[in-house]
Structures are given as structure tokens and as C-alpha cells.
């Protein structure tokens, strides 16, 4: 058992934390005050290769399997949550969804769009009425000739309205349940798309939710993504990649707390001498820096076995869940290590619990993770 | 054209160094290596002229361990076209005497019109090797470059240094060699495609008999100076504290900022 990064890995790595360091640092405060879209981020993570960088080289992309893509997320987030999860959402949920299940023809239309960052992607799913039981799709399509006519309200939509493609699903017929769920790439651009007010939130503040509405929009047949029917198993399959996305997240936003709580602890002088000598304080950065790491082996592996083919649903479940639990968790801690400081805006620990907190609901709760893990037990 | 750049792979400058005593190196246990910044704006440049010149070759070149691979690696994923290192165990023990004649061997033959180097590596800050390479191979040499212009018709290259309080402007016949200053560039990071791309390239790796070199010009035989000592400092600083009124001190501090710290 070799639990190395391979050469190539390591150079990925230290490049997307260099990478972070240089470019989304100095403006991460900046973003999380005023919410502002990081659209020069974006073409900064086009430029250096690492928007579509799952994507097969045939269609423009990097090549990289999703473990490598975990380590840049990972990095990314360390720095900046909100960057990250508008990649994460591109690649993962929307642009390899693409490649999966879109015809040859489907591929070339839009995947070399999506894999230099010219358009960025969306992934539709979340309604009203449909959250954790996401097959409860009340949106509908309609066949009518050689078009379908989609109607229906989709909610929390990252990078909505921001968006030049969004991956929706619809019930094309309701009586078949889960069967009935159909899967459509929607060009923002098309008569009866429009978008709600961007939501104001807790976290991840730089990113942007929107309600994505559709009236009587009409879809040509040739922008379905698989069968009439296939829509659930296809976005249950883009999840599953995407949690280990917002795994790597948490796991990120993780290690920048534990980060910060050790420089702070080191410099911080109370009784006489730096807080960091106070066992109080040491077990608290020993306890997080032990979940951090079975959390990280917990990931890794998930992303290993992913690569590796097939669907590794529980053990993704088990990552996302850990990670998002370790996140949440000891950002709570790191800004307890910080005092008074820690509760300011000026100390970035703040920010990095309210970054955690998203990871233990989207992409499937903390809760809906326990239902996976626990399912594939008792089967 | 064809470029050779002169990279080292030295102790990332964030590492704590450590010597275990009576060694004369550094414990390299737990030590992570990076390219040696000024080799970094080295590389940088010939990346550079490349995207001005069109139809540039690029080689790294490397003398280290088998481990320094990883630094030429990192050139190939910037986008050098092939790589060489230069590796034998007989190096052991070199001085930049020996590195500079072992990598004027391997250059040898290249038809290189610009060799690329840092002006010094952040270890051993010798500031030696780019000179003296240029020295064996009996080429021209412009150190501490802050811009560099290429005209490949004439077969000239145009060079500015800064020094202290004035610069100079340099012309230059090619085949030349050039070291790197802070200001040349501001170098990138290799893009994700460059990375996956550069397992695909040729490392060719050259040994002392492949370089035609005697065992007694190599390692510390052939070396010219011998390290006597090596020992990490101790650690007690020299704390100033100035008193008296801050319209006093303030001035006081800045000049000391400027002349001791030289941090302005
Ligand atoms: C910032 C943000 C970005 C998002 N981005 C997207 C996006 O891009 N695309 C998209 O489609 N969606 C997106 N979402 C939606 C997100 O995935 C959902 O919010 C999430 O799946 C939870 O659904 P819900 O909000 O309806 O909560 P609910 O399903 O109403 O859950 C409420 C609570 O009940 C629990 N619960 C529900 N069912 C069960 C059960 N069976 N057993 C035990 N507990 C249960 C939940 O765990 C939770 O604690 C985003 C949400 C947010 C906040």
C-alpha cells in the first residue's frame, strides 16, 4: 500500500496552492464582503488549466482523474470556498456529466466551450419542493415534435443567471416516479429563462445562488442528455463525483482553520507565554489536525476508487459526510483558539465557519449521506 | 534557437535547516526542494523568448541527485522541450567549482545560443556557477540581467543590469550566457495540461564517464574549496529597542530599517 502522491500529483498540488496563494488571496476578504462574482478568478483558473481539467483531451481538457482535480479543489478552498465550488460545480456536476452521457455529437457542440472556460456550467436540480427527496420533480417537459417545452422553478441554483449552460431536470412523466426524470442542457439565452435575485447568505458569499425559471421554454430534442427517463440515475451520478468535490471543500477550509489556529496559538501570549503552551490548547490543535488527516485518507480514497471505475456511492457518502463533519467542527474550534479575534472579520477563522457550514447540506445533507452509508448496509 | 537553462534544486527557502552535528551538509530528511527562484526567472525568460521568437528549443539542465529530477520535471511541465540531468554518485562532495565544469561538459556540443542561469542558487548563494560555466565553455557572460532582448537575425543579444545606483546596457555576440536577477520576469506556474504532458518527456540523465571526466576532477577531489564546518546558528537575536520620543525614534527606526535591516 503506497499512500504517496505520485510525482505528477505532488507538482499539481503545490501548484494549485501556489496558485491560490498568488491569485485568490489577496482578493478572498475582498469577495466575501461585497459577494461580487469572481469572474477574473475564473479566467485565471481557465488560464492555468484547471477549469475542465477532468475533461478528456480530445475535447480540450487536462486529462486528470478526479484525484487529482480533489487536491486542486482542496488547495483552492484553503483560499477561497467560494471560487472553488463554482469549478467544482462546472467540472463536476455539469461539464463531466456531458462527457458521461452526451452523444459524440452532444460532446463536441458543447465540451470544448466548457473545457477553456468560455462558458461556464450549472447543474439544475433543486426545486421548492425538492430537496433532499430530489425525485420529487414538479418541473415538467413536454414533447412536442421536435422540441420539448420545459416549465418549472428550480431554487439555490449556484452560479445562476451567472451561467451560460444549465444541466435541468424535469419530469417528463410523472406517473413513472424517478423513471420519469428526464435531463435537458438549457442555454441560458433561451425565450423563458430568467433568474431570480441572487440569495443573500451565510457563507461561500462570492458565489451566487439564483431561482432559475422556466416558462414555456422550448428545448430542441438534441439537447437532452441521454433517455427520456434517465435523468435521475444521471444526476445522482453527477453528484456522486461532485461530493467529493465539496469534500475536498470542507477538507480545505479544514486545513486553513487548523493552519491559522497553529500560527495563532504560537504567537498569542497569555499568562506569559504563547497559548500554544497550554495543553488546553494543544489537544485541541491535536484533535484537529488527526481529523483532518482521516478525513484526507477518508477523500483520497473515495477519489481512488472513483478513478478507478464504478460507482463507490458509500464510501463517497462517507467522505463528504466526514469531511464536512471535521469542517464544521473545527472551524468552530478555530475560532474558539482565536478568542475575540477570532470572532472578527479582520481574522479570517470567521469566515472559514461560515464557509463550512454549506458542506454539511448541499450536494446532499449530512443527513441524506447517513441514508447512503446506512442503505448500503442493510441491503 | 536553442536555450539551455541552468536549474538547481535547492531546500524550499520556508524549510528549517537542520545539520546533524560533525555533518558538513544538511540533514535532507522531511526537506521539500523547489527550483531556485533566480533559475526560476531564468526559465521564465527562455519561455519568454520563445513566445517572441517563435521556433526557440528549450533544455533544462540540472546536476544533482536523482531527486532533482523533479525540478527539471517541473521546467518540462512550464514548457522546456527536453531535459538533462547530470547525476553520479562521484559528485558527492562537489563544490561549485565541479558543478560548473561537470555542467560545461554536458553543455558542450549543445549549440546552445543562450545558456539561462540564476545569478546565484538560494543554498549555497556561491554565485558562481553561471560565470564559470560560461568561463569552461569560453562564452561571454552578463550577470545579474534584469531584461534581455534577443535579435536572432544579427545574432546579438541586448542586456540591462541594474547595479547599485546606476544600470548598464549590454550588447553581446551569441552564443552567450546570462544569469537571472529579481525583476527579469515574473515567472508563471505551469498549467495543468503542461504537467500532465511533461511525464511524456525525455529526462536523458549523463554520468561522469558520459561526460568524459576524470575521477579525480570530480566530487571532492577535484573540488577547490573543502567545507570545513557546517553548523545551524543559534538562534539569539540581537533586539534592538529605541527609546525616547516617537518624533525621535521613528526617523531613527526608518533608517535603521533601510541601512541594517535593508528591508526598504
Ligand atoms: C448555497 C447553496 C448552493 C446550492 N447549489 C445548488 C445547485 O447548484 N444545484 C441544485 O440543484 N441545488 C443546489 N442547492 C440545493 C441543495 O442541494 C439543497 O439545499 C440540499 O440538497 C438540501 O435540500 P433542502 O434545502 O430542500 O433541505 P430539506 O430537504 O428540506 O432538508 C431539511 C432538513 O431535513 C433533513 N432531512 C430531509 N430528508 C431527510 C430524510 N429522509 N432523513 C433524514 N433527514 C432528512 C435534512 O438533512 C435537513 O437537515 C444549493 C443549496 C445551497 C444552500
Redesign the interface.
Known sequence: MDFRLT??QQ??RR?AR??AE?ELAPVAIELDKTGEFPWDNWHKMA????VG?TLS?EYGG???GLLEFTLVLEELSRVCASTAVILEVHNSLHAETIEHFGTPEQKQKWLPDLATGKKLGAFALTEPNAGSDSAAQQSTAVLKGDHYVLNGLKCFITSGSKADLYLVMAMTDKSKGNKGITAFVVEKDRKGVSFGLPEDKMGIRASIQTDLILEDVEVPVENRLGAEGDGFKIAMTALDSGRIGIGAQALGIAQAALDASVAYAKQRVQFGKPIAELQAIQWKLAEMATDIDAARLLLYRAAWLRDQGGRVSKEIAMAKLFCAQVAMRHTVEAVQIHGGNGYMREYKVERYMRDAKITQIYEGTSEVMKLIIASSLLR | MKVAVLVKHVPDTETRIQVKPGDKKINEEGVTYIISPFDEFAMEEALLLRERLGDVQITAVALGPQKAT?AL??CL?LGADDAILVSDPAFEGADAYVTAKALAAALKGGNYDLILAGKQAVDDDAAYVGTAVAEFLDLPVINLVTKLEVNKAAGTAVAARDLDGYSQVIEVKLPAVFTAQKGLNNPR????????K??KKEIRTLNAQALGLAPNELGAEGAKVEVKEMFVPSKARKNKVLTGAPAETAPELVKLLAEEAKVL
Not at chain 1, 488560464?47 to 484547471?50: E, H, L
Not at chain 2, 506556474?189 to 500532465?196: F, H, Q, S
Open positions: 510525482e505528477e507538482m499539481i501548484t501556489e496558485f498568488r488560464k492555468q488549466g484547471f481539467m483531451p487536462g486529462g486528470a | 523533479e520535471r517541473t511541465a506556474l505551469p498549467a495543468l495540461m503542461g504537467i500532465m511533461a511525464k
